[in-house]
């Protein structure tokens, strides 16, 4: 009886095991900003994200400052806010698995 018990509970670690491991495994994904948003809209992102989270980023001075436009900032802060809430809002953004980081600039 304490066999069975026994591998039940290890057949069960392994199917555990196994389903939170093909989670993590996926290929990661990054959410940036449409090409097509307006820059009054991706402001409304900046003020948005960047009241409830750390924007230092791209902020003067920041690995991610330059270039400084709408699209690079919006895009940070649309992935910043992305890898917090696990959101990508499709009406201003989209889904990419390209890294969009660049020189010094590291996506999160």
């Given amino acids: ?37 307006p820059d009054s809209k991706l402001q409304q992102v900046l003020d948005n994200v960047c009241v409830r989270l750390n924007c230092n980023e791209i902020l003067p001075g920041g690995s991610c ?5 709408y699209m690079n900032h919006g895009s940070y802060a649309i992935d910043l806010n992305y890898r917090v809430t696990g959101v990508c809002d499709e009406s201003y953004a989209k889904y990419t ?10 996506y999160p």
């Avoid at 304490?2 to 939170?20: N, R």
């Avoid at 400052?65 to 436009?69: E, G, I, L, T, V």
């Fill in 1 to 37: 009886m304490m066999e069975k018990v026994v591998f039940s509970l290890w057949f069960i670690g392994i199917l555990l095991c196994c389903s939170i491991c093909s989670i993590y495994a996926q290929d990661p994904l990054w959410c940036v900003s449409e090409n097509r948003t």
């Fill in 97 to 106: 698995p390209n890294d969009p980081s660049f020189g010094i600039c590291v």
């Fill in 65 to 69: 400052y330059s270039p400084n436009n």
